[in-house]
């Protein structure tokens, strides 16, 4: 942004040498420029922060996702995401173990080196994994994990090397958020993706149907205290009823 004031209105400055106000107009839009800049960057810095920010991320990583509350009930909560960048790939099977198994080591090379700076990037929290809602038992599916990209990559991450690799922006939006513990394994993100629809569908909540995503916030080596959530695209105004007395 500052680069187009610059060639613009620098030639123009050029110009009119003798013009003081032409010239002081154009320091001035390369200082808004500028702050329009740094309020870009604050914006997405604070979308992924410290993981001691949050309750639940995982100790196992600096940085997780952060977001704002909205409204909870007994059943679920709602949450405020900011707009995000992550490294996603997508993966067809019939078990979802098997299809995470095969995107998980392909998103660890991208952040271990598989990218056009050949960089390390640290490992963030959480991981999900985008599918169709009301999946058949062993029915083939395609699932899209992805790793959330650290802080100091948001703006500009690296390009993957792998052509099943590519950097995702995930717009800001509400979702409906619904927690539980232990593993993340296929039959329970199927139980938990159905009692948050039953749920939203209870309170008339407009949501999109078509497909959730199952979050996961702990490594494999992590064997208390796990956490994973369900997402729901939330649309319109979420819909939060207050809990009779």
Not at 54 to 67: A, N, P
Request: charged share 20%.
């Amino acid at each position: 942004m500052q680069d187009f004031f610059g060639k613009f209105a620098g030639k123009y400055c050029m110009c009119e040498r003798g013009s003081v106000l032409t010239c002081s107009l154009y320091h001035h839009m390369r200082n808004i420029a500028a702050v329009i800049g740094f309020l870009l960057v604050l914006t997405t810095e604070a979308s992924v922060g410290d993981s001691s920010l949050s309750e639940f991320c995982s100790s196992e990583t600096k940085e997780c996702l952060l977001y704002t509350p909205v409204c909870q009930t007994e059943e679920y909560e709602v949450r405020n995401l900011s707009s995000t960048k992550w490294v996603t790939t997508e993966e067809t099977s019939r078990i979802m173990e098997m299809a995470t198994y095969t995107a998980f080591r392909r998103l660890f090379k991208y952040i271990t080196g598989a990218n056009e700076n050949g960089a390390n990037i640290e490992m963030t929290s959480p991981v999900i994994i985008k599918s169709k809602t009301n999946k058949g038992w062993f029915e083939s599916c395609t699932y899209t994990m992805s790793f959330l990209l650290p802080s100091e990559h948001q703006l500009n991450p690296p390009k993957p090397t792998d052509s099943q690799v590519s950097i995702t922006e995930m717009p800001g939006m509400n979702v409906y958020v619904k927690s539980y513990g232990g593993w993340m394994m296929s039959y329970r993100a199927r139980d938990k993706e159905s009692e948050l629809m039953d749920s939203l569908e209870s309170v008339g909540a407009m949501y999109k149907k078509d497909f959730s995503y199952a979050v996961g916030y702990d490594s494999p080596m992590k064997m208390f205290n796990r956490h994973n959530e369900v997402w729901f695209v939330a649309e319109g105004t979420p819909v939060c009823p207050a809990t009779p007395a």
